[in-house]
Antibody, heavy 119, light 111 residues
Framework: EVQLVQSGAEVKKPGESLRISCKGS????????ISWVRQMPGKGLEWMGR????????NYSPSFQGHVTISADKSISTAYLQWSSLKASDTAMYYC????????????WGQGTLVTVSS | QSALTQPASVSGSPGQSITISCTGT?????????VSWYQQHPGKAPKLMIY???NRPSGVSNRFSGSKSGNTASLTISGLQAEDEADYYC???????????FGGGTKLTVL
């Protein structure tokens, strides 16, 4: 069974750093991209970027480039999304998803990680 | 402002059919057959319902269908059921540096 299991909810202060994770199982982790999607409270889905776990090649949305870093460790089938300095506006639910190499089909999604940034 | 335009809300009665539109440009929806549709119930992760414009993943009801004409893609749900009440998002590949863009989402209400 294909599964993406994300790390638990986080509460952080502005300026703090954070790394959340997404562990894949039940499939060949290096055969699909992992995408990250943000959903701010009461808002829609926003594509942040994606990574090819086989070689860690990444693409970022210009809206998120420079503010987050996407990485992966294929030895443990885990992708990461990290911030070096959080802002209150980073408060959101973050989803990882398994994405086909061709196109934009994300067929399996993690359960989401809620990140709350508040002083 | 989202790159793809969807109606904020649509509604229909059980048994009826509804269509949700997703309008982009020739750089995204109109230029590639890479449009996906996702269903999201409150507090849940999105679920892939349609990919590559009109293909259904295994396990998705054949009441869901997708199509595209020019720069506008559409999701049609026939034989509406109460469980279809959810938010629906379209997504498209784009030739811009973004690579993928979502629509703003459409709230479907089953009356």
């Amino acid at each position: 069974e294909v599964q993406l299991v994300q790390s638990g909810a986080e509460v952080k202060k502005p300026g703090e750093s954070l790394r959340i994770s997404c562990k894949g199982s039940g499939y060949s982790f290096t055969s699909y991209w992992i995408s990250w999607v943000r959903q701010m409270p009461g808002k829609g889905l926003e594509w942040m970027g994606r990574i090819d776990p086989s070689d860690s090649y990444t693409n970022y949305s210009p809206s998120f480039q420079g503010h987050v870093t996407i990485s992966a460790d294929k030895s443990i089938s885990t992708a990461y999304l990290q911030w070096s300095s959080l802002k209150a506006s980073d408060t959101a639910m973050y989803y990882c998803a398994r994405t086909m190499v061709r196109g934009v089909n994300s067929d399996y999604w993690g359960q989401g990680t809620l990140v709350t940034v508040s002083s | 402002q989202s790159a793809l335009t969807q109606p904020a809300s649509v509604s229909g009665s059980p048994g009826q059919s509804i269509t949700i539109s997703c309008t982009g440009t020739s750089s995204d929806v109109g230029g590639y057959n890479y449009v996906s549709w996702y269903q999201q119930h409150p507090g849940k992760a999105p679920k892939l319902m349609i990919y590559d414009v009109s293909n259904r993943p295994s396990g998705v009801s054949n009441r869901f269908s997708g199509s595209k004409s020019g720069n506008t893609a559409s999701l049609t749900i026939s034989g509406l059921q109460a469980e279809d009440e959810a938010d629906y998002y379209c997504s498209s590949y784009t030739s811009s540096s973004t690579l993928e863009v979502f629509g703003g989402g459409t709230k479907l209400t089953v009356l």
